[in-house]
Each structure stands twice: as C-alpha cells, then as structure tokens.
C-alpha cells in the first residue's frame, strides 16, 4: 500500500466497514451450533450441493423463478432433503423458516462474477445485487462459501480454526506483555515529568497491534460458535483494560478542538494501515500530538486521565473535574489535600483517597522502572 502524506488519516470506507459487519453477521448465522450450520453440514455429508439465500424479502422475490411456496419451520432435516432438488432455497432472514425450495434465481447477467460454477456464478451476482446473505454449497469441492455483496468466505473445519485461533492468541499475549512493560515506563515517566512523543506514540502503537490481533481473534470466535468458547475467556482475559488504556493516553495527549474530538482521533488510529502504524512520525501527524512529527523526543505533559482511572471507586465525571481544574499531571500531583477538596464533586475523604492514590502509583511505577 502506499505510504499516506504526511498529515492525511487513511480512512475505511463506511461502505466498507458496513460490508464487513455484514459478513460477521452473516458467519455468524453459519457458526457451529446453529440450526442453519448443521443443515449445511448434512448436506456435504451426504455430497450434495445447495444454493441458499437467507431472506425472503420482495428483492429476494423479485429475482425468483418458478419453485413452490413452502412456509414452513426450518429444520437441518428439511434442508438437507430440499437440497435434493436442483434449484435455490429461500430462508426467512432469521434462518427460522423455510419460504421456498426448487427456486430459479435471475439475477442480473451484467453484475460482474470472478466464479465459474454455474452455483458459485449465481451465488456471487445475487449477493452483489442484494444485500442478504448467499451461501454455496459445492458437491465436488466439499465446501461452503458465504458470499455478503463483493465478499466471499469459505467456512473451514473446527479444527482449523481452533489451531488458527490459538496461535493468534499466543502471538496476542506476547504484544499484551510487552504492551504492559511500555505502558509501565510511560506511567514512570509521567510521574518522573520526563515524557517524551516517542513514549507515548510507542503506547499507542502497541496497543493499537494488540486490539488488531484481538480484532482478528474475534472473526474466529463467530466463525467457532459453540465451540469458540474457551477462545472468548481467554481473549476477554487478556484484553481487560487494554481499550481503555488506550483511550485514556489519548485522551492524555492529543489537541482537542471543535473539528478534532476523542472519537475522531481514536478513530484515525484504528484506521492507519500497517505500514503507517509502524511509521511513529505518521502516528503523531495523524492524532494531532503536540510539537513537530519530526522531533520525537521533544517533551509532552500529560492531563492525567490514565492515572487518575487507575484509582479506585473514582467516577470518570470527578476525573473530568479534577484534570479540568489543575490542567496537568505534575500540577495535580504537587496538589494539597485541601486544594483537591476544592474541587466540586471531590470532598475531603475523595481528596485524601486521591492524593494516598497518586503517591501509591508513583512509587509503584518508579520502583517498576528501576528494578
């Protein structure tokens, strides 16, 4: 991919990522577990082949030829003895009936395909047409493939996937830990006032790896279903806090204005390609971090939000208030019981369990760092 101008997000189409939640929704739909999957699977244990759609709306309908009304309550039985007949089978959206079997589909001829299988040709074009899900069964190649408008996905073995899983989760949990150790030194370093871009970009950066490879953990998790179960523990274990700590170091750091908010900047991050996300001059550029791209070493301070956050029973509003009043984290940590009751909201007890907290965090973080 080539390299963004300085300055410019790379952003996803919206068409895109709707494109892409789609497919989610639709594997979903075919996850072991389901109904649905377990129709599939009987039919390519008994070598047969299908052509299915799921949803029966006046668009499905229009491209529909011939074929008998069925209306009946969707069972893998029922569908594996319809997929007996030549033609298309109608699902209701949510797979739970049976709208119509022995189906001819019209679709537009002129809907580019890449396929060559009259089934897999037909599947393509009516999931480019429509917006429902497509799905293929193929006697010859034993497989199953979703199509969801110009995407397409085979649907692999359990065991597959369960391998592909784990080897993502361990590759996850060695950018987790590492994650830890850079977060750590830039918790020393903020208190120490010696924070620099290139610490906190590198935050970001890692933290942006760790949700892309939890990102891709979770397409494995909808595709598993049923059994996907222990994948999902062990990814919310590993991921707890992590978007939050995220969230929070730009929130420490960024510029804030009326055309550039959290959202946007949180956003930017999650859209720069690979290339760019490993490139920490484009990371500052395009979040909008103080100083010049160029200069990576010079000096930011932060607000205090992450440190704040990480005092318990501490609402994010008292956070607000508190960072809105001393403005910076070395004004804050320099801060007097009483000058922090002062703040509306805190009161003396919140103050003390606030300035007891930060000073805990300090010399935790500090004797992190140099141990």
Known sequence: MARMAAGTPHYHSPVLVRRGAAMIEALGAVAPGRPLREGLDRILQASMGALIIVGDGPEVLAICSGGFLLDAEFTPQRLSELAKMDGAIILAP???????????????????TTETGTRHRTAERVARSIDVPVISVSEDMQIINVYRHDL???????????????????????YKTRLDMVSGALSALEVEDLVTTRDVVTVL???????????????????????GRLVLLQLEELMGGVEDDR?????DYFQ?????????????????????LLDLKVVVDVLH??????????????????LLSKI????ETIIDKIVGRFGSLQKLMRATIDDLDEVEGVGEVRARSIKEGLSRLAETSILDRYS
């Open 205 to 227: 950066q890692r933290a942006e790896m760790v949700r892309r490879i939890a990102e891709e953990i979770d397409g494995y998790i909808v595709e598993l279903g049923a059994d």
């Open 247 to 251: 969230r929070l170091v730009i929130k």
């Open 94 to 112: 949510d797979a739970s009936r049976i709208a119509r079997a022995n189906v001819h589909l019209v679709p537009n001829p002129n809907v580019p």
């Open 312 to 315: 318990p029973r501490l609402p």
């Open 256 to 276: 804030e204005h009326s055309r550039w908010r959290l959202d946007q900047a949180m956003e930017a991050l999650s859209d720069l390609s690979t290339e760019d």
């Open 152 to 174: 397409k996905h085979p649907l692999e073995s359990i065991p597959r996937l369960l391998n592909r899983a784990n080897q993502a989760l361990q590759t996850l949990e060695r």
């Open 289 to 306: 971090l103080p100083g010049d791209a160029d200069a990576l070493d010079s000096s930011l301070q932060p607000r205090g939000y992450r």
